[in-house]
């Protein structure tokens, strides 16, 4: 994506604030450089998702608390041609979200663990994905499906060509901030 969307920015920013870090603290918990926070918070730069969900995992929130206006969800895309679209978040506990997610042709993700308890679980619309936590990987084809624990670094990986599927994350109670 060429600039953080509006909404991003002020969730970001409201977020940070809301749990008392300043730039540079926050940055320094995420492990990335306090121009790249500052840029985003600017509304400039071009972050990842990957960027975005260690943010959104810094700061204890769900990542669709980074994408989502109200209901409303958002596509975050890549100049590369993946992208994440938000396509549905629970409010009840546990939290669930839902994203349907395009990787491009030997794309790979690799996620930092999110917190403790979260799973994933994956459903391949189409391609060939390889996916899961990095210590037991699974391939997976079109109507086949992988859960794993979330809250270890894991990754998504589109073997041959465009790989399209859809993702739900569920947080266990109290494990996600409102």
């Given at each position: ?54 943010l ?55 996620s ?8 994933e ?58």
């Amino acid at each position: 994506m060429s600039s953080p969307s509006p909404v991003i920015v002020a969730n970001l920013h409201r977020l940070r604030e809301t749990r008392g870090y300043s730039l540079s603290a926050l940055a320094e918990r995420a492990g990335i450089s306090k121009s790249t926070l500052s840029q985003l918070e600017a509304g400039k730069g071009n972050p990842t998702i990957e960027t975005l969900w260690t943010l959104a995992n810094t700061l204890g929130v769900a990542f669709s608390e980074l994408l989502a206006e109200g209901e409303d969800g958002m596509t975050v895309s890549e100049p590369g041609g993946g992208n994440v679209q938000l396509m549905a978040r629970g409010q009840e506990s546990p939290r669930v979200e839902v994203y349907f997610m395009r990787l491009a042709p030997g794309e790979v993700k690799t996620s930092r663990a999110h917190p403790r308890g979260v799973r994933e679980h994956v459903m391949v619309v189409e391609g060939t994905l390889r996916v899961g936590a990095l210590h037991a990987l699974a391939v997976c084809r079109p109507g086949e499906g992988h859960e794993f624990a979330a809250d270890v670094e894991h990754r998504y990986e589109a073997l041959l060509d465009t790989t399209r599927l859809v993702v739900s994350i569920m947080y266990p109670h109290d494990e996600v901030a409102q």
